[in-house]
């Protein structure tokens, strides 16, 4: 076994018998970090597989890492400032919470798939096809003629978001040091956060220029065009079976497992969509959707449970997690911490465009506190976990800070001051900062060296699912809770029920563009009143990350 070159970088310093299986590579395989620029693959002694990498090259991709978290942070939030302009293009507005879903329901129904894909293929193939689906994804918005081509362009995009961001973590964690892991994890959620912030901004944008809201979408493809030579030419490879026909190991994948987690997630959004909207509660379509997403549920697990039609190794779900009490407590609290920044970063904009008059920029720029405050948190506890070591005091912190803020956000109403308003963004940013990718790092450390990959996919599942399941919640809320309480407040004034769900959407509405001061100032105060029962999905994830660190152990993890 060939030992790994000494560097000052901060990767490829842990030994190689340890380090390699971690990423699901051969015992014969190592990495060398040089100064000369160069990254080849070489034969060593004993048949060891040497690829020289530069301090140059590293910091390049970094910069593709940290690119591709930036866009799939713009394209979860674009849609926000976009929705009204869209309907007014398109039409269709029972579809239209798919701008919002449809992204995060594609990347939580593959997420699983992408994490048995990582570790049966080439991770540089497997990360550029993400790629590529994300940017095909992105056409079909960006050229989109109807509503129902939009819908499957954000499915598609948020399928290739998701091996993007599973991507971004496993090269994480083979080529970087346990130690160093949780700073460069949280520099994934830093990225993120400026695109998600960002999305808003450069969607309002566009959708207000000549260019039309068609290129908060087409701009993926010139910046994917832009940084596809670093992606192609200056990514590593490393897998275990490089050398291996590739046929027989996609048969080994559970795609049975795969399909029914597909299945599950598609059919619990889409009945959270449809439920009071398309269809009455207690109609039939609507009944018969939630029995079979509960059907669904229990095949699923059945399935997973007895690993039918699979192993117990391969199977698409990692089960063997659910016997640990850490994992599950860690699976818990990350989900919440998804939980509260998603319901956050896309309804705190649509409080400040509904009661406030805000356009695109001032929305963004009232969102910062909530960003600023997310970004640092996270980076606090990515530079101080590996020194202090004890995680469990995080998870109290974070919860108990999120809670406070999701409580005060789940008072407010449309004449809150916007200091208050400030104030409550900087608590739930802080809480779910603090925890939201701290989990990845936590979760190597405490799984064996062979199940690295799986429990990555393991805390993505909490991650991505538990910002889909609340988003899907919190539509729910917001289309129901918003329609009663809209109608209710404009009865008697010949309103129809198309023009009150439009109302909903936006700016565009004629209820919100041509009603009457008064109008406009009683649907101002019923949609507010609205988004503040939404933050009550805010309330429960808080509440999760709370519990999960009361339950969890006071004992240290060796980030080494």
């Known amino acids: 076994m060939a030992s790994e070159t000494e560097s000052a970088s901060d990767f490829h310093q842990r030994d190689v018998a340890e380090k390699m299986p971690a990423a699901g590579s051969s015992p014969t395989e190592s990495v060398t970090l040089t100064d000369d620029g160069s990254g080849t693959l070489e034969q060593g002694a004993g048949g060891v597989v040497v690829e020289k990498m530069s301090k140059i090259r590293w910091f390049s991709v970094c910069v593709g890492l940290y690119l591709t978290a930036f ?123 400026l695109g998600a912030i960002l999305g808003p901004v450069i969607g309002g944008a566009f959708a207000q220029s000549k260019a039309t809201w068609r290129w908060a979408f087409y701009i993926n493809l010139v910046l994917g065009a832009a940084t596809a030579p670093i992606y192609i030419f200056w990514f590593p490879r490393h897998g275990a079976h490089r050398h291996e026909k590739i046929l027989p190991r996609i048969k080994n994948i559970d795609w049975l497992g ?32 939630w029995v079979m997403t509960g059907v669904t549920i229990i095949l699923y697990a059945l399935q997973q449970g007895t690993a039918f039609l699979t192993t117990k190794e391969d199977r698409i779900y990692p089960v063997w997690c659910l016997k640990h009490r850490s994992l599950v407590l860690l699976y818990i609290g990350t989900a919440g911490s998804s939980a509260v920044l998603n319901c956050n970063i896309y309804y705190l904009p649509l409080y400040f465009e509904f009661t406030k008059g805000d356009g695109a920029i001032s929305v963004a720029a009232r969102l910062l506190p909530f960003i600023f405050l997310m970004i640092f948190s996270a980076l606090l506890c990515g530079a101080l976990l590996p020194k202090l070591n004890l995680y469990a005091p995080w998870y109290l912190i974070s919860g108990v800070i999120a809670l406070v803020g999701s409580v ?22 802080t809480g779910c900062g603090l925890t939201f990718q701290a989990a990845y790092s936590i979760a190597l450390s405490k799984s064996p060296a062979d199940k690295a990959t799986s429990v990555l996919s393991f805390i993505n599942v909490a991650q991505l699912g538990g910002g889909a399941l609340s988003l899907a919640i919190a539509g729910a809320v917001f289309q129901n809770v918003g329609f009663n ?29 041509d009603g009457s001061p008064e109008v406009r100032a009683i649907a101002s105060d019923a949609i507010g009143s609205t988004i503040a029962k939404v933050f009550g999905i805010s309330l429960g994830g808080a509440a999760a990350v709370l519990v999960a660190g009361l339950l969890m152990r006071w004992e240290k993890v060796k980030m080494v």
Do not use: H
């Open 71 to 193: 866009l799939y942070g713009l394209d979860s939030t674009i849609s926000a400032d976009v929705q009204g302009p869209i309907l007014a293009s398109l039409g269709d507005l029972d579809l239209l919470p798919w701008l919002g879903t449809g992204f995060l329901l594609g990347s939580v129904a593959t997420i699983s798939l992408f994490g048995s894909l990582y570790t049966k293929v080439e991770v540089k193939w497997c990360y550029l096809g993400s790629i590529l689906a994300f940017e095909v994804g992105s056409a079909i918005c960006g050229a989109a003629p109807n509503m129902n081509a939009m819908a499957v362009g954000r499915v598609v995009a948020g399928v290739g978001g998701s091996g993007i961001y599973l991507g971004g973590i496993s090269y994480i964690s083979i080529f970087v040091t346990a130690a160093k892991q949780p700073l460069y994890t949280a520099l994934i959620s830093t990225f993120w956060g």
């Open 408 to 429: 005060l956000l789940f008072r407010i109403s449309a004449a809150t001051p916007l200091r208050n308003m400030y104030g409550f963004e900087i608590l739930v940013g």
């Open 485 to 513: 309480t809209l109608q209710s407040a404009l009865g008697g004034r010949g309103y129809t029920d198309t023009e009150i769900r439009e109302a909903l959407a936006g700016g565009y509405s004629s209820i919100l563009s």
């Open 258 to 289: 795969a399909l029914l987690n597909a299945a599950t997630y598609t059919l619990f959004i889409i009945s959270c969509t449809n439920s009071g909207t398309t269809w009455p509660w207690n109609s039939g379509s609507v009944i018969a959707l």
